[in-house]
Structures are given as structure tokens and as C-alpha cells.
């Protein structure tokens, strides 16, 4: 069963707006990831963030982690055509193997 | 460097036929992993292998088989496919287990009919 769920399910912005999705973890994690998946390709890591760690930056993607909320939030700023994308949560646990999210579906309109 | 690199990118078969899905990756890593993944339900873990030698089930194993030939390729063997295992299958590897990012192929599409 999956660890990890995102939410929303989808969401669609507009180019320059924001976007913010969640992921929310039922056990204790080492560390949480996200990936990008293209239409049709395979994922790409994005951000790894620890279980120490609340807030990790890279570029344009700001990623908070709530270990006491057992849940994670990844913020797009300034979205452009190209960020339409799946996003996905993965978390490792115990047995440190990660575990994926159904991903939220974003559509980013020019 | 190609990264991770999967054959075939799609492929049809009948209820009961064989096949076998390659993997094979450039990096020097050392654990790979195979998941499927279906509308829905996100990516799910097959089978994985922590380093050469080595091969381990994952969440849904049934109808599956692995080899982890050597460091660099790892197979998937549906030995009696069915139409249940349409799905979109991805092979990704790690500098080891459990630590660092995923570095996935770009998938095998593959129809049971």
C-alpha cells in the first residue's frame, strides 16, 4: 500500500501563478523525495529532503517538511508551460525502500 | 551517459505469452529496482535488488520474475502474462538502498491482451 498520498489530485494554474501541493505519510520516514514525471517519460528527482530538515530550496521549488504533521508540501513559484507535470511524494521507512504517491497532475495554462 | 536504459519502450502480447523486460544502467550503481505503474495508484514496487547478487520482493512480486545478471543489468520476467499486468513498468537505480535519489529509465509500455 502506498506510504505516501498527494493532494490535490490535480490542480491547473495560470503561467506565473503558484503552485502548492501536499503529501501527506502515515509512518516515521528517514527522508522524503520529490519527482516529476512528463507526459509519457520517466521520473525525474527533483528534492530530497531529510527527516532533520523542515525547509530545503532548490531554484524555483521550495519543499517543507512537518514530521510531527507527518506531512510535506512542495511550492512551484512563478509556474511556467513547462512545470505541467505529475508530481510525486516518496518516502522511505523502515526498510528503506521508497514508497510512491499517486501523484498530483498539474496543467500550467499559458 | 545514457542513464538507465529499458527495451523494449512497448510491446503487445497474448494472455499466457512470455517476456522479458531489460534494464540495464551506466552509473556504477549498485541497487535497481523494477515498479509498474497504473492509473491511479502511483508507482508500486516489483522487485528490487540492494547490489549484485542480490534480489528481493517488493510489494506486488506475483506473476514476476528478476535477475540481477551483473552490476549493470537487471531483468523482469513475466513468465505466463496476463491481463492484469498491463501496465507501465519502470526500471530505476540508486547509488545504494535506501540512500539518495532514484534514477528511473523511461518506461516499457507494455498491453496483455
Known amino acids: 500500500s502506498q506510504q505516501g498520498e498527494e493532494d490535490p489530485q490535480a490542480l491547473s494554474i495560470q503561467e506565473g501563478e503558484n503552485a502548492t501541493m501536499n503529501c501527506s505519510y502515515k509512518?516515521?520516514?528517514?527522508?522524503l523525495q520529490w519527482y516529476r514525471q512528463n507526459s509519457g517519460r520517466g521520473l525525474v528527482h527533483l528534492i530530497l529532503i531529510r527527516s532533520n530538515e523542515r525547509e530545503k530550496h532548490s531554484g524555483r521549488l521550495r519543499v517543507t517538511l512537518d514530521t510531527s504533521k507527518k506531512s510535506s508540501s512542495l511550492l512551484i513559484t512563478a509556474s511556467r508551460a513547462a512545470d505541467t507535470a505529475s508530481y510525486f511524494c516518496a518516502t522511505d521507512f523502515n526498510d528503506y525502500k521508497l514508497s510512491f504517491g499517486a501523484g498530483t497532475t498539474v496543467t500550467v495554462r499559458a | 551517459n545514457a542513464g538507465v536504459t529499458q527495451t523494449p519502450k512497448f510491446q503487445v502480447l497474448k494472455t499466457g505469452q512470455s517476456m522479458t523486460l531489460q534494464c540495464a544502467q551506466d552509473?556504477?550503481?549498485?541497487?535497481m529496482y523494477w515498479y509498474r505503474q497504473d492509473p491511479g495508484m502511483g508507482l508500486r514496487l516489483i522487485y528490487y535488488s540492494a547490489s549484485e547478487g542480490t534480489t528481493d520482493k517488493g510489494e506486488v512480486p506475483n506473476g514476476y520474475n528478476v535477475s540481477r545478471l551483473n552490476k549493470r543489468e537487471f531483468s523482469l520476467r513475466l513468465e505466463s502474462a496476463a491481463p492484469s499486468q498491463t501496465s507501465v513498468y519502470f526500471c530505476?537505480?540508486?547509488?545504494?538502498?535506501?540512500?539518495?535519489?532514484?534514477?528511473f529509465g523511461e518506461g516499457s509500455r507494455l498491453t496483455v491482451l
Open positions: 552509473m556504477n550503481h549498485n541497487s
Open positions: 530505476a537505480s540508486s547509488e545504494f538502498l535506501g540512500l539518495g535519489e532514484l534514477f
Open positions: 509512518t516515521s520516514i528517514n527522508n
